[in-house]
T-cell receptor, first 115, second 110 residues
Framework: EAQVTQNPRYLITVTGKKLTVTCSQN?????MSWYRQDPGLGLRQIYY???????DKGDVPEGYKVSRKEKRNFPLILESPSPNQTSLYFC??????????????FGEGSRLTVL | GEDVEQSLFLSVREGDSSVINCTYT??????LYWYKQEPGAGLQLLTY?????DMKQDQRLTVLLNKKDKHLSLRIADTQTGDSAIYFC??????????FGTGTSLTVIP
């Protein structure tokens, strides 16, 4: 089954404790991206990757890092989480041909709370 | 980033038409999209329209684009309770960076 898998789905952590949210897709997609969803703000793009070893900043990259060492994985790293990073995070992937027509495949989301 | 705005809430009666509106600021937007988010799930693409089009119809869905006013709308005909969800419009210039609206929560009253 084609899917984008995120882990963990839920996490409560404390300020400053480094964490990683993993994202994996099984569709051999070149394009992957991370979003955060906040009430009244919709989804905002954090980082995206066009292919292995190619990453670019989105609209709100501050406080986040990503890496793309393998095609299937695109982890989101919070080196020193702060309470303003409490949010619902989504990973998405797409093929090169599919992304222009908006065919993004989304994971189920990771709800992160930073105390 | 670019601004994409939507009203937050819409209620309609089952069987009526729903119209969800969206305005965007980037006149260079090439691709415009509508996504649906059901509770506890990620977004799913409903439909898209290229900026050189005025209208697109796909079964019960009709997308209208007024490029001059930077206004996009999604009409759902014969709205059903299963259409209750949050609807996001989004735009992209290149298909790399996507800018989403705030989302409109549609409630369908039986």
């Amino acid at each position: 089954e084609a899917q984008v898998t995120q882990n963990p789905r839920y996490l409560i952590t404390v300020t400053g404790k480094k964490l990683t949210v993993t994202c994996s897709q099984n569709m051999n997609h070149e394009y992957m991206s991370w979003y955060r969803q906040d009430p009244g703000l919709g989804l905002r793009q954090i980082y995206y990757s066009m292919n292995v070893e190619v990453t670019d900043k989105g609209d709100v990259p501050e406080g986040y890092k990503v890496s793309r060492k393998e095609k299937r994985n695109f982890p989101l790293i919070l080196e020193s989480p702060s309470p303003n990073q409490t949010s619902l995070y989504f990973c998405a992937s797409s093929s090169t041909s599919g992304r222009k027509t908006g065919e993004l495949f989304f994971g189920e989301g990771s709800r992160l709370t930073v105390l | 980033g670019e601004d994409v705005e939507q009203s937050l809430f819409l209620s309609v009666r089952e069987g009526d038409s729903s119209v969800i509106n969206c305005t965007y600021t980037d006149s260079s937007s090439t691709y415009l999209y509508w996504y649906k988010q059901e509770p506890g799930a990620g977004l799913q693409l409903l439909t898209y329209i290229f900026s050189n089009m005025d209208m697109k119809q796909d079964q019960r869905l009709t997308v209208l684009l007024n490029k001059k006013d930077k206004h996009l709308s999604l009409r759902i005909a014969d709205t059903q309770t299963g259409d209750s969800a949050i609807y996001f419009c989004a735009e992209s210039r290149t298909g790399n960076q996507f800018y989403f609206g705030t989302g409109t929560s549609l409630t369908v009253i039986p």
